[in-house]
């Protein structure tokens, strides 16, 4: 039985459309997959928030918050400090003089979703985590 040119044009068509989804899919992985990501890059942005806000406490306050509660409370702040997903508070752990651990539970690993999308920003290298829970190391700049 002969297929038309017509016809087998079309399989092949179609064929080839099952094969690049397939491909984006592996690559970018599934909706849940993107949701995932996306909350997890909602987790940086929130962190990367209230380490701006710490570095504007600093100077009225010559010292750091004792809690992230205490940072969000600022008169005229709107600041996210809990997680999008659980609602669990952010871990916040204040150091020495200027230091202090910024925590969040992420689901991503970052630096394998940054090689599938081949975008290396300094934002996503100043934020990059794996799976789990993870604490990134600050310091409020010495010179503000």
Request: overall charge neutral; glycine content about 6%.
């Amino acid at each position: 039985m002969t297929l038309s040119f017509g016809r087998t044009l079309i399989l092949a068509a179609g064929a080839a459309i099952l094969a690049s989804s397939a491909l984006a899919i592996a690559v970018m992985g599934g909706p849940g997959d993107q949701r995932l990501a996306r909350m997890d890059l909602r987790r940086t942005h929130d962190l990367d928030r209230i380490e701006t806000e710490m570095n504007r406490y600093w100077p009225k306050h010559q010292r750091l918050p004792a809690d992230l509660t205490e940072l969000a409370s600022q008169p005229g702040l709107s600041l996210v400090v809990a997680d999008p997903l659980t609602g669990a508070t952010y871990r916040y752990l204040p150091g020495a003089a200027r230091a202090y651990r910024l925590c969040a539970r992420f689901d991503t690993d970052s630096g394998q979703r940054d090689a599938a999308r081949r975008s290396e920003s300094a934002s996503s290298e100043e934020w990059r985590h794996p799976v789990g829970e993870f604490c990134f190391d600050r310091e409020v700049p010495s010179n503000l």
